[in-house]
């Protein structure tokens, strides 16, 4: 059984930073694609950043020049570092690990259960 913990949310001020941590745990052998995404309140859920198992990485273009993602495959970790936070970026954050294979060699997705971000103006 795999599972996705993140960690890293909480409450900063407008202009501040937070960096996120997803790990991915059980019998891993790869991930194809790491993703973060976000739901704010009454919104629909968003693709943030997306990084692939080569290093290959996406933004939304609300992140760009702000948010990077990075992965450690060693670790089953993915990291989002969030620099200079604005009140929009106010959301669940939730990872999800897709493309992961087993040492039962079976692939299937994965996703965590999101952790709080809340940026004050």
């Known amino acids: 059984q795999v599972q996705l913990a993140e960690s890293g949310g909480g409450l900063v001020q407008a202009g501040g930073s937070l960096r996120l941590s997803c790990a991915a745990s059980g019998s891993i052998l790869s991930i194809s694609v790491m993703d973060w995404y976000r739901q704010a309140p009454g919104k629909q859920r968003e693709l943030v950043a997306r990084?692939?198992?080569?290093?290959?990485?996406n933004y939304a273009d609300s992140v760009k020049g702000r948010f990077t993602i990075s992965r450690d495959n060693a670790k089953s970790t993915v990291y989002l570092q969030m620099n200079s936070l604005k009140p929009e970026d106010t959301a669940v954050y939730y990872c999800a690990a897709l493309g992961v294979v087993t040492g039962t060699l079976y692939t299937s997705d994965y996703w965590g259960r999101g952790t709080q971000v809340t940026v004050s103006s």
């Open positions: 990084i692939t198992k080569g290093g290959s990485t």
